[in-house]
Nanobody, 123 residues
Framework: QVQLVESGGGLVQAGSSRTLSCTESRRTLGRNPMGWFRQAPGKEREFVAAINWNGDTTYYTDAVKGRFTISRDNSNTVYLQMNSLRPEDTAVYYC?????????????????WGQGTQVTVSS
């Protein structure tokens, strides 16, 4: 069974940086497209960033372009480097993995999800 484990969340000040990590802990798959989504209180889950199987294609939502960077290693571990954090970035951040090779922006294209890690940005 595929299991995704996120880490790196916490309380940070506006303007600071934070890096989230997510790994497929049981190493049952090879290299898959992965993504980050987030859900703020009272809002629906939204797409943040995605990366394809080999890391040469990435997508970002407009709200984080130029501030966040998604990257990966040669297995199913993905990172989200978050710079210049804002209070509106406060959310639970979820890692997701999809079967296939291409990156994707839509939640329903992902088959596996982590449990989420809270990021709180104070002003």
């Amino acid at each position: 069974q595929v299991q995704l484990v996120e880490s790196g969340g916490g309380l940070v000040q506006a303007g600071s940086s934070r890096t989230l990590s997510c790994t497929e802990s049981r190493r049952t798959l090879g290299r898959n497209p992965m993504g980050w989504f987030r859900q703020a209180p009272g809002k629906e889950r939204e797409f943040v960033a995605a990366i394809n199987w080999n890391g040469d294609t990435t997508y970002y939502t407009d709200a984080v372009k130029g501030r966040f960077t998604i990257s990966r290693d040669n297995s199913n571990t993905v990172y989200l480097q978050m710079n210049s954090l804002r209070p509106e970035d406060t959310a639970v951040y979820y890692c997701a993995l999809r079967l296939g090779v291409g990156a994707a922006r839509l939640a329903h294209e992902y088959s596996y999800w982590g449990q989420g890690t809270q990021v709180t940005v104070s002003s």
